[in-house]
């Protein structure tokens, strides 16, 4: 039998908030397709229903953080806050100041063991700020981890600065699998498109959350001014890709 949710006009309101603020949503029904892509067929009625504070299955309410990648905690009871301890962001609140960027790739060759190989690729300053620009280039060879074999276009990076720390520290390689679906909590190499021409900046983060409008990481220790968690418009991001693999080598 499905558990319901009793009749709550707050969390209701939140519901909302999800839809409206959270994922630039204004239709209803729209709102309900991206649910029922999770395997759960939804009716823009239902939603209705549950943004005025009627009864919601555990089921939906779960799917609902999925999309939007908020706490279940505190969509159905309102406990916490919905993606960080700081202050939720409406979309159109995107923070001018970026944290510099800390995925680097230092031109040093690494010795590796094994047939099979994963890339370490290069990069170059691209300009003031610390930006850098990714050339493309094989600057080393790294061992291929296991869960990394017979993946086509695995690569790895060097990190850079201590955004991540004490997760990821300067000087780590981490590895990507370019394939492996991201979901709320995994870390990331995340390029951002610059206005400069072919320009892009990387960063290493946690991935929160993704709308057709903003794109949520989390830092955890950011510079001082930086909060922890920061928003990119997603017309610029680039790609996401997955980190599955970390060491000091």
């Given amino acids: 039998m499905t558990q319901?949710?009793?009749i709550?006009?707050?969390?209701?309101?939140?519901i909302r908030q999800v839809r409206k603020d959270f994922l630039g949503l204004n239709s209803q029904e729209e709102f309900a397709e991206r649910i029922s892509t999770q395997g759960n067929t939804v009716s823009r009625g239902a939603v209705g229903n549950w943004e005025q504070g009627k009864e919601i299955g555990l089921k939906n309410?779960?799917?609902?953080?999925?999309?939007?990648?908020?706490s279940f905690d505190w969509l159905s009871d309102g406990i916490g806050e919905p993606f960080s301890a700081q202050s939720a962001a409406t979309e159109e609140q995107v923070p001018t100041r970026r944290p510099?960027?800390?995925?680097?790739?230092?031109?040093?060759?690494?010795?590796?063991?094994?047939?099979?190989?994963?890339?370490?690729l290069g990069q170059t300053i691209g300009g003031p700020n610390g930006r850098f620009i990714l050339n493309?280039?094989?600057?080393?060879?790294?061992?291929?981890?296991?869960?990394?074999?017979?993946v086509e276009g695995a690569y790895g990076v060097r990190v850079y600065g201590t955004s991540m720390e004490p997760r990821y520290v300067a000087g780590e390689t981490v590895w990507l699998n370019p394939h492996e679906p991201v979901r709320q909590g995994d870390d990331v190499?995340?390029?951002?498109?610059t206005d400069e021409e072919n320009g892009r900046e990387s960063y290493i983060k946690k991935f929160m959350s993704r709308s057709s409008r903003v794109t949520r990481l989390w830092q955890h220790n950011p510079d001082e001014g930086e909060q922890n968690e920061i928003e990119f418009d997603t017309n610029r991001v680039f790609s996401i890709h997955k980190i599955v693999f970390h060491a000091t080598v």
């Fill in 136 to 150: 493309g280039a094989e600057v080393g060879r790294l061992f291929v981890p296991p869960m990394l074999e017979g």
């Fill in 8 to 14: 709550d006009a707050e969390r209701g309101k939140r």
């Fill in 61 to 70: 309410l779960r799917a609902i953080c999925d999309v939007a990648g908020v």
């Fill in 100 to 120: 510099k960027p800390n995925a680097s790739f230092p031109p040093k060759y690494q010795t590796f063991d094994g047939d099979g190989y994963v890339p370490l």
């Fill in 4 to 6: 319901n949710r009793p």
């Fill in 189 to 193: 190499v995340v390029q951002i498109v």
